[in-house]
């Protein structure tokens, strides 16, 4: 364990880092609920790649255009792997100056030179080939066909079980427990063989994690009790193999992993496959719900609904900020230089809605043609479970219309609280009623 949490732990804090390092306007949505956040909007005619100061003093590079962002996303001179190459919106002031000291100095650029030179984690999303290469490899042979049609008619059972719950218990309800988080956390602890029952420890320490308000100390204190939670897991299927991925990855690899790499790949699966389809699920509902003629329209023609997964994807883009890479050379993109050792953020919510790409992108319209975005990412990081959350979004948003026609918000829109303290974005609650 000493190893990986060694090597994972800068790589687990990158994201909330890069939250609290940028303006609070370019991270909490106010006004629309649905929009990328105020100051992110702002710098849109700004250039698709431009400069920007981070709070800590550290300059990066903001990126708005989505065929740049797929440029770099796809560009192995891009890196991911937070381990070897130091992301600056994981630094403190200090460090920032130390950096631009050293530069100042004649010292090599941050990033050029590796800070170790192999790992023995297992944390896939913050890596590079070849180490990516045969995690991911692994993981894609895991998440077979069968297993995905199998799941297609188990996630209908879910998602009618929990309506007929809530409408038994009477006709109010709050949409996120009762629904939004149930499908997709039953569906990843199907999938994974985690008991069900064991839920609620999991979904409980996952949402102090993603909680860039949470102390350093609480934080900390969490993922080292979600990692021993997992470690559990790991020992459980050594012992007893089951019909479920984490089993296959036990005893199916070759070379094997270590329990060291598969607790940080469980945890990165069962983090991943509950927290941001749940997200969606009650986000989408939220956006649908206030636009009504959008509603309808996925009722009158229940065929659009693959278009109104792909719009929703694109239209509210959950992760509040995007993703991070590091240069590790100098590399032209559309013009703009960005030196090696530079940090680029891709600010997914504002590069969804590239004017260059769609036609008046801030309109949520399930009619819109389904077209590229970035809510999987891209490249070889691109989502690995993206198949599953569609099919997740499709069966919970196609049940939920029909089986209860006359659904409508409990609240006052303006009375929804929003997760703006989340790295992902959605609604902590939702109250729904219906006839």
């Known amino acids: 364990m000493a190893t990986s949490s060694e090597q994972s732990g800068p790589v687990t804090q990158s994201p909330t880092q890069m939250r609290r390092m940028l303006p609070a306007d370019m991270v909490e949505r106010g006004g629309c609920p649905f929009d990328p956040p105020s100051g992110v909007r702002q710098r849109r005619d700004q250039g698709a790649i431009q400069p920007l100061k981070l709070l800590n003093g550290a300059p990066t590079w903001l990126v708005v255009g989505l065929p740049e962002a797929r440029a770099i996303l796809a560009d192995p001179r891009f890196s991911s792997d937070r381990v070897r190459y130091p992301d600056v919106t994981t630094l403190q002031p200090h460090e920032v100056e130390q950096l631009a000291a050293a530069a100042r100095n004649g010292g090599p650029a941050a990033g050029v030179e590796p800070k170790v030179e192999s790992r023995t984690d297992g944390m896939f999303v913050f890596m590079d080939p070849p180490e990516h290469t045969r995690l991911r490899r692994l993981l894609t042979g895991q998440f077979t066909v069968r297993r995905m049609k199998a799941l297609e008619s188990r996630l209908r059972e879910i998602a009618v079980e929990h309506i007929e719950a809530m409408r038994a218990a009477g006709t109010e309800a709050d949409l996120v427990p009762a629904y939004a988080l149930p499908i997709p956390s039953l569906a990843i602890c199907e999938l994974l063989g985690v008991d069900y029952a064991d839920r609620a420890e999991f979904q409980e320490r996952t949402a102090i994690a993603l909680n860039s308000e949470t102390p350093d100390d609480e934080r900390a204190r969490a993922g080292l009790e979600l990692y021993g939670f997992i470690q559990g897991l790991v020992a459980a299927k050594r012992a007893q193999a089951g019909d479920d991925i984490l089993s296959g990855l036990v005893h199916d690899a070759d070379p094997p992993l270590t329990d060291a790499q598969l607790t940080d790949v469980a945890l990165v699966l069962l983090g991943a496959g509950h927290e941001t389809t749940a997200n969606m699920l009650g986000l989408g509902t939220f956006a649908l719900l206030e636009h009504p003629e959008q509603l309808a329209a996925l009722r009158a023609d229940p065929a659009l609904m693959d278009n109104a997964i792909e719009e929703l994807l694109r239209y509210l883009s959950i992760i509040q900020m995007g993703v991070s890479r590091v240069a590790i050379e100098d590399v032209t993109v559309a ?60 069966v919970g948003l196609s049940e939920l219309i029909t089986r209860l026609p006359d659904l409508r918000l409990a609240v006052p829109a303006e009375q929804v609280p929003l997760r703006n303290e989340m790295l992902i974005f959605g609604v902590h609650s939702l109250p729904v009623t219906w006839a």
């Open 335 to 394: 013009g703009v230089r960005i030196p090696a050792g530079a940090t680029v953020i891709i600010a997914t919510p504002e590069v969804n809605r590239d004017t260059r790409h769609w036609d008046d992108p801030d309109r949520l319209d399930v009619h819109r043609p389904r077209s590229t975005h970035l809510a999987f990412g891209h490249g070889i990081h691109q989502c690995l479970g993206q198949q599953l959350a569609r099919a997740e979004m499709k």
